[in-house]
């Protein structure tokens, strides 16, 4: 049987208790496509690495999609209020939300050999600190595990490069 259109604005009324720290989101579909509310505020440094699309939708506020391109370039991609952004596959991405925003991510589901990443960057030269990888079935859960085991571990935390101490919390992040 087909659910009943799902009303965002009451939704939100009456759940964004269910937003928390540190991944923020709350998955209202999961059967043909993964839909989740995503709200904010959220700190993590980590980026995110997905084999499949994402879709995101600013629903309220505005969001700060930080990427690192092919090129291992890292760029910021501001997502406004209305606004919609495409990811490609196997983009590393963080998604920076501020307090009082609300967005929609949308995303495939998971082919059975697909592994998710998680990977934390230096922030003095670049380089690649520490990737944890898990198949993911629940992306609420396993990313709050991670990220929780990287927070907690300053041996996974040190650049092997140039020995700074990555962070866990971004830096200079200004809401567009």
């Given at each position: 049987?087909?659910?009943?259109?799902?009303?965002?604005?009451?939704?939100?009324?009456e759940n964004?208790?269910?937003?928390?720290?540190?991944?923020?989101?709350?998955?209202?579909?999961?059967?043909?496509?993964?839909?989740?509310?995503?709200?904010?505020?959220?700190?993590?440094?980590?980026?995110?690495?997905?084999?499949?699309?994402?879709?995101?939708?600013?629903?309220?506020?505005?969001?700060?999609?930080?990427?690192?391109?092919?090129?291992?370039?890292?760029?910021?991609?501001?997502?406004?209020?209305?606004?919609?952004?495409?990811?490609?596959?196997?983009?590393?991405?963080?998604?920076?939300?501020?307090?009082?925003?609300?967005?929609?991510?949308?995303?495939?589901?998971?082919?059975?050999?697909?592994?998710?990443?998680?990977?934390w960057?230096?922030?003095?030269?670049?380089?690649?600190?520490?990737?944890?990888?898990?198949h993911c079935?629940?992306l609420?859960?396993?990313?709050?595990?991670?990220?929780?085991?990287?927070?907690?571990?300053?041996?996974?935390?040190?650049?092997?490069?140039?020995?700074e101490?990555?962070?866990?919390?971004?830096?200079?992040?200004?809401?567009?």
């Open positions: 049987m087909l659910s009943s259109p799902l009303n965002l604005p009451r939704w939100l009324e964004s208790h269910l937003l928390k720290p540190p991944v923020n989101n709350y998955c209202v579909y999961n059967e043909h496509v993964t839909v989740m509310i995503v709200g904010g505020p959220n700190a993590r440094s980590d980026y995110h690495i997905n084999e499949t699309a994402e879709w995101f939708y600013q629903y309220r506020g505005s969001m700060l999609l930080k990427v690192v391109e092919q090129d291992k370039t890292f760029r910021d991609i501001p997502i406004r209020e209305g606004e919609m952004f495409l990811l490609p596959p196997n983009t590393p991405h963080n998604p920076v939300r501020f307090a009082d925003t609300v967005g929609i991510v949308l995303e495939q589901p998971r082919p059975a050999e697909s592994q998710d990443r998680l990977r960057y230096c922030q003095n030269c670049g380089e690649v600190v520490y990737e944890a990888s898990f079935t629940d609420g859960t396993q990313i709050k595990e991670a990220v929780n085991d990287f927070k907690a571990d300053d041996g996974k935390r040190k650049c092997k490069h140039c020995g101490l990555a962070d866990i919390i971004p830096r200079n992040v200004v809401q567009p």
